[in-house]
């Protein structure tokens, strides 16, 4: 069973920002790995993910040129840099993982692994 847990969260002012951390259990080579997001009241919305090997990142529109996802498969671990932070990005970030190679998928219905999410909070 693979385990994920997010780090990094917390609280900000508008553009500043963050550096989130995903740490999985085991080996995660063979996994995309994604990044999502839900605030108060909303729908859970896809962020960034990243391929197995790193070599395919997607972004969501709302993210595009302020977010960076990465990942270290010698750690096991997935980070999301998160600069110019406004207060629409709040919510709580789950990190998830699903098996398959190529290009990844922005769809939360492909990830059968979720961590338990960290809170940022972007307000002055």
């Known amino acids: 069973q693979l385990q994920l847990v997010e780090s990094g969260g917390g609280l900000v002012q508008p553009g500043g920002s963050l550096r989130l951390s995903c740490a999985a259990s085991?080996?995660?080579?063979?996994?995309?790995i994604g990044w999502f997001r839900q605030a108060p009241g909303k729908e859970r919305e896809a962020v960034s993910c990243?391929?197995?090997?790193?070599?395919?990142?997607t972004y969501a529109d709302s993210v595009k040129g302020r977010f960076a996802i990465s990942r270290d498969n010698a750690k096991n671990t997935v980070y999301l840099q998160m600069n110019s932070l406004k207060p629409e990005d709040t919510g709580v970030y789950y990190c998830?993982?699903?098996?398959?190679?190529?290009?990844?998928?922005?769809?939360?219905?492909?990830?059968?692994?979720w961590g338990q999410g960290t809170q940022v909070t972007v307000s002055s």
């Open positions: 998830a993982a699903y098996l398959g190679l190529g290009v990844c998928v922005l769809s939360t219905h492909e990830y059968g692994y």
């Open positions: 085991r080996f995660t080579l063979g996994y995309s």
């Open positions: 990243i391929s197995s090997s790193g070599g395919s990142r």
